[in-house]
């Protein structure tokens, strides 16, 4: 199985910046899409950005212009570089990794996740 352990949360002002890394062992199958997703407390998980093996990425249009999402393969790491963060972007962020290990079959795995607070 995969095994994803994110990093690089913390504390930060208001307009400030944080890179989150995401660490993946096991099996990586072709057709893998990573992507960040976030939840605040007492609200829903959601999607942040995604990242294509072949570096295609998509975001939530409240990041857009903010965020950037990347990819190194040779590790196995995916990045969510976070600039200009504001208040609304507190919430726990975790990995995921999706992967089809056949046509029809899709899996998708979860880090534990890691806490960004964006407070003055």
């Known amino acids: 199985q995969v095994q994803l352990v994110e990093s690089g949360g913390g504390l930060v002002q208001p307009g400030g910046s944080l890179r989150l890394s995401c660490a993946a062992s096991?099996?990586?199958?072709?057709?893998?899409?990573m992507g960040w997703y976030r939840q605040a407390p007492g609200k829903e998980r959601d999607l942040v950005a995604t990242?294509?093996?072949?570096?295609?990425?998509n975001y939530v249009d409240s990041v857009k212009g903010r965020f950037t999402i990347s990819r190194d393969n040779a590790k196995n790491t995916v990045y969510l570089q976070m600039n200009s963060l504001k208040p609304e972007d507190t919430a726990v962020y975790y990995c995921?990794?999706?992967?089809?290990?056949?046509?029809?079959?899709?899996?998708?795995?979860w880090g534990q996740g890691t806490q960004v607070t964006v407070s003055s």
């Open positions: 990242i294509t093996d072949g570096g295609s990425t």
């Open positions: 096991g099996s990586i199958f072709r057709n893998n899409v």
């Open positions: 995921n990794a999706e992967t089809r290990p056949r046509p029809g079959l899709v899996i998708h795995y």
